[in-house]
Structures are given as structure tokens and as C-alpha cells.
T-cell receptor
């Protein structure tokens, strides 16, 4: 069975600072993808960044980047230059064919 | 282009009734997945349809069922509603799998009273 663990229920960051959200997973699949999703109070799940497990290069999307450690089954998200609009629940997910397993989420607060 | 559309946004049903939720994927997307989100259990996978065929199924009772039409629109049905079925139901569409990512709709908030 696949499992995803986000060990930080809540985190806080000062505006313009950098924060890292942790995620570890376990899967028996050989071909899978990893995702970070953001869910603001509007409840819309927004894709932040995607990583293919077979790629060693860490994905980046503007201020968002990941540190993917396949052997350690770790997939952390770094948010640089944090903005007030980054405040939301962040979910880590692992999966392949439309079957995503999500972590319990990390609530990120951004202080002005 | 239009995003993933879920209807209705909110729904209140009585225990024992049945309910049907609808999801229209992004044009061209053939995969539709359904998830249940509750404060206690978090996000849990229900099932995934691809080209009208159920490709994956989560660990939910048979009261939860779904289908996909030829235009890729999908419906999810829950029969004999229980109080514990109260949740946010999210659907996500994709071209075909993880390589293209999954786009979520805004969800249907179901309350069972």
C-alpha cells in the first residue's frame, strides 16, 4: 500500500522569507509521479509543482522548487520569497494512473 | 480554456437518500478521478475512469459508484446515504495520467442530515 506522510501539521513563515515543507512516502510502484497541491479556503486544489520519479533533476516552478530524494523517499517543497497569497493548506501526493495518495496536509501561514 | 466543472456546488440530503454528482473535465481530457475529502480522513481516492472504463478503484463500499460518458463527463452516485458521507467531493481530470498532471474542480460539498 502507498502511504504519504506530512509531519508538519502547521508552519509559519515571514513574508519574503523561505520555507520548506516536508513529505515522505512509501510506494511499491516503479513508475510514479509526485505532486504538491495548494488548497486555499476557496477549496480549489491548485497544482503547485510536479516531479517524475524517474527524473533525477529536481523540478522548479518560479518561486517553488522541490528536493526529491528517491532513495530516502523524500519530497520536500521549498517556497522562496513567500507571499501573503501563499497562505493555504499544502498537500503532497504520490501516484500514477489517476490514483493519487495524499498526505494529511500542512497549513502554511504567512506573516506580513 | 474552461477548467473542471463540478455541479452542484452544495447539496443537502437526508440519510437513506441517494445522490448523483457531476464532473465535466477539461476539453480533451479522458481521465476523471474522484476523491472524498473529510477533516478526519483527509483526501481519499474513490475511483478513476478513462475512456468510459473504470481503471482504478479505492477502498470504498459498493454504495459509491460512478460512470463516464462518451464525452468524458463523469457522474458519481452514492446510494443509501449515511451521516459519514458528509464531505467535499472533488474530481480531477487529466489527459491520461500522472505525466500530464491532474486538474481539480472546486468540489461538491455534500451534507447528509
Amino acid at each position: 500500500a502507498q502511504t504519504v506522510t506530512q509531519s508538519q501539521p502547521e508552519m509559519s513563515v515571514q513574508e519574503a522569507e523561505t520555507v520548506t515543507l516536508s513529505c515522505t512516502y512509501d510506494t511499491s510502484e516503479s513508475d510514479y509521479y509526485l505532486f504538491w497541491y495548494k488548497q486555499p479556503p476557496s477549496r480549489q486544489m491548485i497544482l503547485v509543482i510536479r516531479q517524475e520519479a524517474y527524473k533525477q533533476q529536481n523540478a522548479t516552478e518560479n518561486r517553488f522548487s522541490v528536493n526529491f530524494q528517491k532513495a530516502a523517499k523524500s519530497f520536500s517543497l521549498k517556497i522562496s520569497d513567500s507571499q501573503l497569497g501563499d497562505a493555504a493548506m499544502y498537500f503532497c501526493a504520490v501516484g500514477s494512473q489517476g490514483n493519487l495518495i495524499f498526505g494529511k496536509g500542512t497549513k502554511l501561514s504567512v506573516k506580513p | 480554456k474552461a477548467g473542471v466543472t463540478q455541479t452542484p456546488r452544495y447539496l443537502i440530503k437526508t440519510r437513506g437518500q441517494q445522490v448523483t454528482l457531476s464532473c465535466s473535465p477539461i476539453s480533451g481530457h479522458r481521465s476523471v478521478s474522484w476523491y472524498q475529502q473529510t477533516p478526519g480522513q483527509g483526501l481519499q481516492f474513490l475511483f478513476e475512469y478513462f475512456s468510459e472504463t473504470q481503471r482504478n478503484k479505492g477502498n470504498f463500499p459498493g454504495r459509491f459508484s460512478g460512470r463516464q460518458f462518451s464525452n468524458s463527463r463523469s457522474e458519481m452516485n452514492v446510494s443509501t446515504l449515511e451521516l459519514g458521507d458528509s464531505a467535499l467531493y472533488l474530481c480531477a481530470s487529466s489527459l491520461g495520467g500522472g505525466s500530464s498532471g491532474y486538474t481539480f474542480g472546486s468540489g461538491t460539498r455534500l451534507t447528509v442530515v
